[in-house]
């Protein structure tokens, strides 16, 4: 293979001195924490008509703020959405103006992007995540109430958008822009992997479903690595892109009370599995994907 064809040898493309990483990194979290946090709040308040009363007291608006997002509805889940849409107009410039290389490089060293590849990924995690999600349905019937409303209909094609815009920002900041560039110092491919979901996870730990116990770290820690290691045998971000979307677009139909995303689902689990299920489960389902798009092949070469 030619090596300016190699996923993680795609920052070669461009310019790619430290110090325009630092830049870069900087520009991308300011887009991400200061704008993206303005466009949330400027929405909370012409959604929520806050009083100026309200507006004059700081540590109320906070926790009138941190209530809202906690009640799952379509304003809620667009709020919620503001920081990585602002993370992505950062990280286009970063990549673009500061690194002086083509975006979809992020993607694919050859810059031909595989949308059937992203679509199977999808797919195959949705189905077997819906799969895993109706056996425990069956198993515990009792701990799914109905939650659907009208409400899941006026979400729904605004989730179809935000959530992979969303998702595709976090998979083109980790396992593309920061992974191609950790590349340029770090030629071991496992300890890319670790890494890479060891600065996935970091974010995630202020997530609201760490309560259920700091295990919950070590999900993330799991996903984030599996992503990793895919995009590198697979020589492209596709099946991550795919699986990442699907992953999060399952919650229009199965949420939890504490989710990070606050977005209207069909049913509400009560209680949440204890989180060391959540991380077998989640272990057996990347298992699942790495077999079904790797392990066949080499079981029916070797037959």
Partial sequence: MNQSQNYLNASSQGKNQWWRYSIGILLILFFYLILGSIAALVIFLINDHISSI?????????????AFLKIPSTSAYAVANMPSLFGAIGLLIAVVFVHQRKFNSLVRADRVIKWRRIFTGFLVWWLIG???????????????????TQDWFFCLPLALILTPLQTSFEELFFRGYLMQGMALILRNRVALAIINGTLFMLPHLANPELQRGGIIALYYLIFGTALAALAIRDNGLELALGIHAANNLQLLLFNAKDSALPIPSIWQVQVPNPPIIDVILSALMLAAVYYFFFGRSKTSKSS
């Fill in 54 to 66: 309200e507006l004059s007291d700081s540590i109320l608006l906070t926790k009138k703020f941190e």
């Fill in 130 to 148: 819906c799969l895993f999600a109706g056996i425990d349905y069956l198993l515990n019937p009792k701990n799914y109430v109905l939650s659907f």
